[in-house]
């Protein structure tokens, strides 16, 4: 029992409880420490129930003289009186006024509820108490019963509760202590208060305390009103009252017995469960505790590097000083050399010293010869002191302006000079994130991040909950628990291929980076559904009757672009009041003769009209031969129609195209006499046969997906970035069936390519499975 007092503690006056009560959070504190709390943040003192003093102020105690007595009612003001009167009809003494009385079907202006707000301690967040405070927490009954078997079993309890009806001097301990009287007796006293043959002898007796509880909880808004029903969805007690709340409406309410049994088989079954693999308990307790002790090793260690980094911090900042100090030095005395040097020479130009008393003595020879020979120089410097003295200028800076150091961004540098960090959570790029034959991932790092050394992706099937966090209760979050994080290590770039994938299926990925620190925060998880089947690569066949001069293949045959040909540009030039349209086919270069395939194309949202689709190898090749007649419905792929169809009109047609052009797509409505079934992901169109008139569009997303079941002779076009089906026709398996595209007008196709194609230069990285008991997702 002394291993429970830290579960019984109060997290407020951290003392054990005393009438704890059950905050909306699940939390139990003091009902004191609760109402002290409120009042210290500013909300109105909670009125709190009486807790009797003695037994002779309960009515179980009180004698029936005294119980019989009527209790004085409260003395009415004569306002009261007034207002609770109603309206009076008027008279000359009191008139009829609008300004009091209450007056049917009208209420009075009530500002908003005050909602309490409590700030608990373990949640570490304000808790909404609601309009009432305290008066809707319920006490918690099972805490202070578990409270008083401590306290006797660890002799808290050891000041004697003495017997509250023996008289005073010869007052003795009380033995028992009665639930109904809420009073303590000692034995004489008991047998006294409690005889035999009268209902008092059928009081519950309880050990002495000085804390009386009721005994069922009663519902706080209904009185002696039992609590026996229970919210799932609300999670609270109800009483039969409660529970024909219109707010308790489609809630699942059980009865308190039932609930009851239900929650503890669930935490009985828990706690066989922790108490079942106390082993790991150990294990995980050691780990813990060699962690405190590295703890403690490693900050020793981490605060020495810290020492010796500023170390060399100062070293350099010496060693730097001084360098700098030499280089100042050498400046001062080059420039005060100069300076002296021309303070020297301004002092020859005086009249009596040096230069002008060589020149006077200079004038004074009269040998001419000699006086050339030897003017020649003076004259020279004579010339050079004149032009100096006529533009003056000192030949050094003394002001030292360039030996100014600018330490404001080192000063910067210095005040965030901090440990290093690990890396933020990278930004996934959703629009270059996709899924294909393999599902490509691509990041960056936030602008303000500290840079990673490599990164960390991870990934998952959706709907496996790793840890056992299932719908399944304990059970299923065991089974559950096998399957973890799938895991790629050392991811160099900023994008990732991740192969071997199931098909038609979520997967949750998620990345974060690491760098000398350690790793990072995850980024947030993203969602991609992969192909329903598998891709299907293929490239635009060329062979086929293809007008060069319209349509226009790339040289790695995966993009086609619908130009005006120099035929259609004459066609224009000739016809004032209509417009020559041309139809131009492309298909691939493979031919689906079995199972199911998927691939995607996006085309752009400038193309006049484009369609996509499939078709019989045999019709499209009798497309090419025949010529095109665009108002005629007997060459329109997408009417079903061909020679004959006419008699057949519940055969499925040799082509099933999707109509796109100018920024949408066209989806066309019909019947159902063929349903789809894609689980939960409902198409958004559904088609067989010949398409109605009447349709709707939506916006033409980025890529579209064409999924053929050979087998069912079922086409199922896509969104292709979501994976939501948007259209479902039907069409003729008879023979070889291609993939097929259709221009009418200018416009540009795009085929995706391949991931694998795409990042084949790239370097592998490593895959690790986070739990060891996760087994290999199967290879489309």
């Given amino acids: 029992m002394k291993s429970l007092e830290h579960e019984l503690h109060c997290h407020v006056c951290k003392d054990i409880v005393k009438q704890p009560v059950v905050l909306p959070c699940q939390h139990s504190v003091c009902l004191m420490c609760a109402s002290e709390v409120l009042v210290a943040n500013g909300y109105p003192p909670p009125e709190l129930p009486p807790e009797p003093n003695s037994p002779a102020s309960t009515p179980n105690t009180r004698s029936p003289r005294q119980a019989r007595r009527p209790v004085p009612k409260a003395e009415q003001r004569p306002i009261d009186r007034v207002l609770r009167s109603g309206p009076h009809p008027p008279s000359p003494s009191m008139p009829r006024s609008p300004g009091y009385g209450t007056y049917p079907g009208r209420r009075r202006k009530e500002g908003p509820p005050l909602v309490m707000m409590f700030p608990c301690v373990p949640c570490g967040r304000d808790v909404e108490m609601g309009e009432k405070g ?30 509250q009806f023996c008289k005073p001097p010869q007052a003795l301990e009380a033995t028992k202590g009665c639930a109904d009287c809420r009073a303590n007796f000692c034995n004489e006293c008991f047998k006294l208060y409690h005889p035999w043959g009268t209902p008092r002898a059928q009081h519950e007796h309880i050990l002495p305390t000085l804390n009386f509880r009721p005994k069922v909880l009663t519902c706080p808004e209904h009185d002696q009103e039992k609590l026996q029903f229970y919210c799932r969805s609300c999670q609270r007690l109800l009483c039969p009252l409660c529970k024909l709340r219109r707010i308790h409406t489609g809630h699942k309410i059980l009865p308190v017995a039932q609930a009851y049994q239900a929650l503890k088989e669930k935490i009985t079954k828990e706690m066989n469960y922790i108490l079942s693999n106390q082993d790991t308990v150990l294990a995980q307790i050691t780990q813990l505790e060699s962690a405190i002790t590295q703890t403690e090793v490693n900050s020793v260690s981490a605060r020495e590097q810290l020492a010796q980094s500023i170390r060399d911090l100062t070293a350099a900042l010496a060693e730097r000083h001084a360098s700098l100090t030499q280089a100042l030095e050498v400046a001062r005395q080059k420039r005060g050399e100069a300076l ?25 020879e009269t040998d ?9 120089q003076t004259h020279n410097r004579l010339c050079k002191a004149i032009e100096n003295l006529q533009h003056f200028t000192l030949a050094a800076d003394p002001s030292f302006r360039h030996f100014q150091l600018d330490v404001s961004k080192e000063l910067k540098l210095l005040t965030e000079l901090n440990f290093i960090q690990a890396p933020f959570a990278p930004v996934i790029d959703t629009q270059r994130t996709l899924a294909y034959d393999q ?61 071997r994938l199931e098909m038609d299926s979520v997967y949750v990925l998620r990345v974060r980076g690491c760098n000398k620190a350690g790793y990072g925060e995850y980024s947030e998880e993203v969602y991609l559904h992969t192909p329903p089947a598998p891709v299907l690569n293929f490239y635009l066949d060329s062979r086929w009757g293809l007008h060069a001069d319209r349509l226009v293949v790339s040289k790695e045959q995966r993009c086609a672009r619908s130009v005006p040909g120099l035929s259609l540009l004459q066609a224009a030039d000739h016809a004032l009041t209509s417009c020559h349209l041309t139809s131009d086919l492309l298909v691939g270069d493979v031919a689906i003769t079995q199972g199911r395939h998927y691939w995607a194309c996006s085309v752009e949202p400038g193309s006049y009209l484009v369609k996509v689709g499939v078709g019989l190898e045999s019709k499209l090749q009798e497309w090419f031969h025949l010529p095109q007649d665009m108002a005629s419905p007997r060459y329109d792929p997408d009417s079903g129609h061909d020679s004959g169809a006419e008699d057949a009109l519940d055969s499925a047609p040799p082509f099933c195209f999707l109509t796109m052009g100018m920024g949408k ?33 939506y916006p033409l997303p980025p890529r579209l997906g064409v999924c053929l079941d050979f087998e069912k002779g079922r086409v199922t076009f896509y969104d292709a970035h979501s994976l939501r089906p948007l259209w479902e026709g039907h069409v003729d398996c008879s023979g070889p069936v291609c993939p097929a595209f259709c221009f009418i007008g200018g416009g540009a196709l795009q085929l995706q390519e391949l991931v694998a194609n795409r990042n084949a230069d790239q370097t592998p990285v490593r895959r690790v499975t986070i739990q060891p008991r996760v087994s290999n997702l199967n290879n489309n």
Wanted: net charge positive; proline share 5%.
């Fill in 134 to 163: 305290l008066t809707d927490c319920l006490r918690n009954l099972t805490l202070e019963r578990i409270v008083e078997r401590y306290r006797h079993t660890v002799s808290l309890g050891s000041v004697a509760v003495m017997c």
């Fill in 340 to 364: 002296a040097a021309q303070v020297a020479e301004r002092r020859g130009l005086m009249e009596h010293a040096g230069l002008m008393a060589f020149t006077q003595e200079l004038l004074k």
């Fill in 368 to 376: 001419q010869p000699c006086f050339v020979q030897a003017s020649r």
């Fill in 439 to 499: 599902l490509f991932l691509c990041w960056r790092l936030p602008q303000d991040s500290a840079p990673a050394w490599h990164f960390s992706v991870e990934y998952r099937r959706r709907g496996v909950v790793p840890g056992g966090a299932s719908r399944g209760g304990l059970r299923g979050g065991l089974a559950a628990a096998r399957w973890g994080w799938q895991r790629l290590d050392e991811v160099s770039g900023t994008s990732a291929v991740i192969d």
């Fill in 665 to 697: 797509i066209y989806l066309p409505q019909h019947s159902n006499h063929h349903h789809s079934s894609h689980g939960n992901r409902d198409p958004i169109a559904n088609s067989n046969g010949p398409s109605s008139p009447t349709g709707v569009t």
